[in-house]
């Protein structure tokens, strides 16, 4: 059955907060919203495999750009985020939104996938949609969300036709009543976003300090032992690297604390740039 699914796109919404929250480091929340009425960016979402159809998606410009100057830095006031800037992160946002409802089970493992994003002047949806709000405490004010579209899932229903008219029956033993059907399951409560990241909060993970890297030919590590020098074409006073997961989120300097090697932390990577390594 095709048509606008709200579910579905209420499920999309809950991703791209969740999402736009990593970036910008503050839990997001999701609800009822009310068009843009400026510029917004459309986003066009197309279903293949088990479903056809597309989903288009409108967001507000302006609360875009202030999304993209969060996760560079910017005050959003004086120094305003290139359009280049804004179009790379939406698109980031989009794509990694739209991957993560492909894996869940409302979207019956269909395919989907962000095919254009576009700016427009002005919000014109076509039949059913829904608007929603998405909120944090670092935004100057919700993103609002359009979604309107049609899309055919696996294991939809078909329309019922009416069936032709036939012959009545002959009359027949009646038959033993059928058992009772048994209750459906209750529905699982919708889990937020943040909820989601706090289940995972008190996961332990390796963190290295790296102090260089080099590469050697066979010979030479062959050759290795006590006494031997390994150049690792760095200054003392370079930063260090520090990783979790084999992913570089930090630099620092080593620093002595209580007579064992420390790290002072330097710089830390963006929440955009490690989200993007993390990338598949």
């Not at 294991?155 to 058992?179: L, N, T």
Request: with cysteine.
């Amino acid at each position: 059955m095709s048509g606008f699914d709200k579910e579905l796109a209420a499920a999309l919404a809950e991703e791209l907060a969740y999402v736009i929250g990593a970036l910008i480091d503050a839990p997001p929340d999701v609800g009822p919203g009310a068009p843009g009425d400026g510029r917004q960016w459309i986003a066009r979402i197309d279903a293949t495999g088990t479903a056809t159809g597309s989903l288009s998606m409108a967001i507000d410009a302006t609360a875009a750009a202030d999304i993209t100057a969060l996760t560079m830095g910017l005050d959003g006031e004086n120094e305003k985020p290139p359009v280049e800037a804004v179009v790379d992160t939406l698109r980031e946002v989009c794509v990694q939104a739209v991957s993560s409802l492909a894996q869940k089970p409302i979207a019956k493992g269909a395919t989907l996938s962000v095919s254009a994003l576009n700016q427009s002047q002005s919000l014109t949806p076509e039949g059913d949609w829904a608007v929603f709000a998405i909120v944090a405490e670092k935004m100057k004010a919700p993103l609002a969300v359009a979604m309107w579209g049609e899309l055919a899932l696996a294991g939809s229903a078909p329309e019922a036709k009416p069936a032709a008219a036939r012959p009545a029956p002959a009359a027949a033993p009646s038959p033993a009543p059928a058992p009772a059907p048994a209750a459906p399951a209750a529905k699982p409560a919708a889990q937020h976003p943040s909820d989601r990241i706090d289940v995972i909060l008190d996961i332990d993970l390796p963190l290295v300090v790296r102090f260089g890297r080099t590469e050697l030919p066979l010979k030479s590590v062959t050759r290795l032992g006590p006494g031997s020098l390994i150049d690792l074409g760095r200054t003392p006073d370079e930063p260090v690297e520090i990783l979790v997961s084999n992913q570089v989120v930090a630099r620092g300097e080593v620093v002595i604390v209580s007579g064992s090697y420390g790290v002072r932390i330097l710089e830390v990577v963006s929440a955009r740039d490690r989200l993007r390594s993390m990338e598949v």
